[in-house]
């Protein structure tokens, strides 16, 4: 399901002009999927409860469809980028992180979120060590930083040292991999 | 009388549990992350309580409270140091400090603002602590004759307060919150047995652990998010602006007289920002910046290094901590992304918030309400003199730092089931995060619907079973009637509100 709603939910984003519409179409669509999704549950037969398993969902299911209209069809002209909270706000100064969105770039964030998905398919066959090591030294790179020796010391210290607290101290198991030996 | 012996009574064993050494030394654990946390942007403590959730099944329950306890408290503390000195506020409750701290920085007076910050949240959270251990037994007596009714109405209204209340429009904090609830209906349904939105797979029968949802929203959405505006966004993170202290951090007496009624206001408008669902340390900041510019007899010294600028929204966002944690104790209603992750750790351990909680396990509850007060304690007199080594950690690269949050992230996730299916759904939930962040959805409902849903389907069925499957039993029962009417007004006044200034 969730991966649904991510799928359904970044087909719009790759696009310009984002804004109340784009946001109504994928609520639309996560609204509708569920919803229809939702009509699949089985209702047990002559349960005693009130209430069935279906019924929760089915309201939650059509709220989304609700909200996602009223997001798309709304008079106000909304530009997608939502307001501060308070009239206050606008006197902030802008904090780092970020109060109004600023533009995201898909293609910017894909080669970091790529490397994400290989360190946790390779995790268990690597072993915890080698992999996580590996992926903090090329994710750090990947997100700017220009110290290849720096940034792989501190990604052995932090693997070891984490690996040395889990196993030894916690006796938490860490998938061992290529370096496991057996 | 009696039941000031009883609160007595109960104040003994609270502090014989926090000053316990093995809790005393995770209380300064605690307090050490949690200002590590504030001080560091992008990092906050619901992100940090549940990446460090998996950490603690080897500590009892109450350890492990007052470790979040202290990070909780710490995280609000810390935010203000590098708002003040660099103007790079580690919290979104740290941004009204910003406006004036950096000022007073610019001018040499930054010592002075870190020492109105420190006092005051010191302060505010002695007495927001205070308040909740009053105010939360009255509570658990009121709380004793709800309902599954009045629980589910309850629900509502926190749900639709922080909805209401989020940054943005209320349609996308309804949003939110209702791709919360739906996420939060994956897996067997408690009452039937029915396997619900599981596609077949297995490894979303069990539902999905309220972890992996924060830590997927929070941790990873975050960096994948830097990754995303890093180009655009690109040195205003670098840091290069290094405040100096300037100055000894202490206060003159001028500044004690202009401080004083700051941080008493703060504390009393941060506590209640703190109770009511959804207003939290960001609403309780920018209100309290705003009655000090009003009662200020110099209004236009604000923005230019005014000290009750600084002093008020510092004491309030911390007396909006101890605030938030009366509807948990108190009746298991978290009203706040950070008190949703606190209430999932309390579920891992097997234990309801709420009024049974308070009256079976003393320990715990008072155990950890004594440690709110060790750990206020504990920030003033560890960080006054630390303030130069926290500043130090801005000079951790932020590439660097992130890469090591996706690699705690997993590692916790992982160990949560030896599991790496719920890694997978990490992952799928980061993207989700980053997409509803560029259409403007505010995450923090999303959280809290994850965490309430199951709770307010089984609160609902009870409450129509009860009545025979009368659905008015919702609006009949005058409390329940009260609740949902709040609920709606606390969605529609934000929005009426901001329409005024506007049209």
Redesign the interface.
């Known amino acids: 399901?969730?991966?649904q709603?991510?799928a359904s939910?970044?087909r719009p984003?790759r696009h310009a002009g984002?804004g109340d519409r784009?946001?109504g179409a994928?609520?639309l669509a996560?609204?509708g999927g569920?919803l229809a999704?939702?009509f699949l549950?089985?209702e047990?037969e002559g349960?005693y409860?009130?209430?069935?398993?279906r019924v929760?969902?089915v309201a939650?299911?059509i709220?989304?469809v609700a909200?996602?209209l009223?997001?798309a069809f709304?008079t106000r002209g909304?530009t997608?980028?939502?307001?501060?909270?308070?009239?206050?706000?606008q006197?902030?100064?802008?904090?780092?992180?970020?109060?109004v969105?600023?533009?995201?770039?898909?293609r910017?964030?894909a080669?970091?979120?790529l490397l994400?998905?290989a360190?946790?398919l390779l995790?268990?066959p690597l072993g915890?060590l080698l992999a996580?090591a590996a992926?903090?030294?090329l994710?750090?790179?990947?997100?700017?930083?220009r110290?290849w020796r720096r940034?792989l010391l501190?990604?052995l210290v932090?693997?070891v040292s984490?690996y040395a607290l889990?196993s030894l101290l916690?006796?938490?198991?860490?998938p061992a991999g290529l370096l496991g030996g057996s | 009388m009696g039941a000031l012996g009883q609160l007595g009574d109960n104040l003994a064993v609270g502090f014989g549990a926090a000053l316990a050494p093995v809790n005393l030394l995770l209380g300064i654990v605690g307090v050490t992350l949690g200002t590590a946390v504030g001080v560091l942007?992008?990092v906050g403590p619901a992100l940090a309580i549940s990446m460090l959730l998996p950490?603690t099944f080897?500590i009892d329950p109450v350890g492990a409270f007052i470790l979040f306890g202290g990070l909780y408290y710490g995280a609000m503390y810390g935010g203000s140091t590098t708002s003040i000195l660099v103007?790079?506020?580690?919290e979104?409750s740290s941004?009204?400090t910003?406006?004036d701290g950096?000022r007073m920085t610019c001018k040499g007076r930054g010592g002075a603002a870190l020492a109105t910050a420190a006092i005051g949240s010191f302060i505010a959270g002695t007495f927001a602590t205070l308040m909740l251990m009053t105010m939360a037994p009255v509570l658990v007596e009121v709380a004793l004759t709800f309902g599954p009714a009045e629980y589910f109405a309850l629900m509502v209204f926190a749900l639709t307060a922080l909805a209401g209340?989020?940054?943005?429009?209320l349609?996308?904090g309804?949003?939110a919150a209702?791709?919360g609830?739906?996420?939060g209906?994956?897996g067997i349904?408690v009452?039937?047995g029915?396997a619900?939105?599981t596609?077949g797979m297995a490894g979303?029968l069990g539902g999905?652990n309220v972890v992996v949802v924060t830590v997927g929203l929070f941790a990873?959405g975050e960096?994948?998010?830097?990754?995303?505006?890093?180009?655009?966004?690109?040195g205003?993170?670098s840091g290069e602006a290094r405040g100096s202290v300037g100055g000894p951090v202490r206060l003159t007496r001028a500044d004690w007289r202009r401080s004083w009624p700051a941080w008493i206001r703060g504390t009393v408008i941060g506590f209640f920002c703190g109770v009511l669902p959804g207003a939290g340390a960001?609403?309780a900041s920018?209100?309290a910046?705003?009655a000090e510019r009003r009662a200020s007899k110099t209004p236009g010294e604000f923005?230019d290094g005014a000290i009750e600028g600084v002093a008020g929204p510092e004491a309030a966002n911390n007396a909006s901590a101890g605030g938030s944690l009366v509807p948990l104790l108190a009746l298991g209603i978290p009203g706040s992304g950070t008190t949703a992750v606190m209430l999932a750790a309390f579920q891992m351990y097997g234990l309801q918030p709420g009024p049974l909680l308070f009256t079976q396990d003393t320990t715990l509850v008072w155990g950890l309400i004594a440690s709110l007060y060790v750990s206020n304690a504990l920030l003033l007199i560890l960080n006054l003199p630390l303030i130069r080594i926290w500043v130090q950690l801005l000079r951790v690269?932020?590439?660097?730092l992130?890469?090591?949050v996706?690699?705690?992230a997993?590692?916790g996730v992982?160990?949560l089931n030896?599991n790496?299916f719920d890694?997978?759904?990490v992952?799928?939930?980061?993207?989700?995060a980053?997409?509803?962040?560029?259409?403007?959805?505010p995450l923090a409902p999303t959280v809290l619907a994850v965490v309430l849903g199951p709770l307010l389907?089984q609160e609902?069925?009870r409450a129509?079973?009860i009545?025979?499957?009368d659905p008015t039993v919702f609006v009949t029962r005058p409390l329940s009637a009260t609740l949902l009417l709040l609920a709606v007004l606390a969605a529609s006044a934000?929005v009426l509100a901001?329409r005024r200034?506007a049209g």
Do not use: H
């Open positions: 399901m969730a991966r709603e991510a939910g970044a984003g984002l784009g946001l994928g609520l996560i609204g569920y999704a939702a549950i089985s047990p349960g409860a009130a209430v069935g398993p929760f969902p939650i299911g709220a989304l909200v996602a009223w997001t709304r909304g997608g980028a939502p307001s501060s909270g308070t009239a206050e706000a006197t902030a100064p802008a904090p780092a992180s970020d109060a969105p600023p533009a995201a770039d898909w910017a964030a080669p970091s979120a994400f998905l360190y946790i995790l268990e915890y996580t992926f903090i030294a994710e750090a790179r990947l997100l700017g930083s110290r940034d501190a990604a932090v693997s984490v889990f916690l006796g938490l198991r860490l | 942007p992008g950490l080897g103007k790079m506020p580690g979104a941004v009204m910003a406006l950096f209340l989020s940054q943005g429009s349609a996308r309804l949003a209702l791709i609830l739906a996420i209906t994956i349904d009452q039937t029915q619900r939105f596609f979303l999905v990873v960096v994948f998010w830097y990754a995303a505006t890093r180009a655009r966004s690109a205003s993170r960001t609403v920018f209100l910046y705003d923005g690269p932020t590439p660097l992130f890469a090591a996706l690699a705690f997993t590692l992982y160990t030896n790496i890694v997978g759904v992952y799928v939930l980061g993207l989700l980053c997409v509803m962040r560029r259409y403007g959805l389907e609902f069925r129509m079973a009545a025979g499957g934000p901001r200034p």
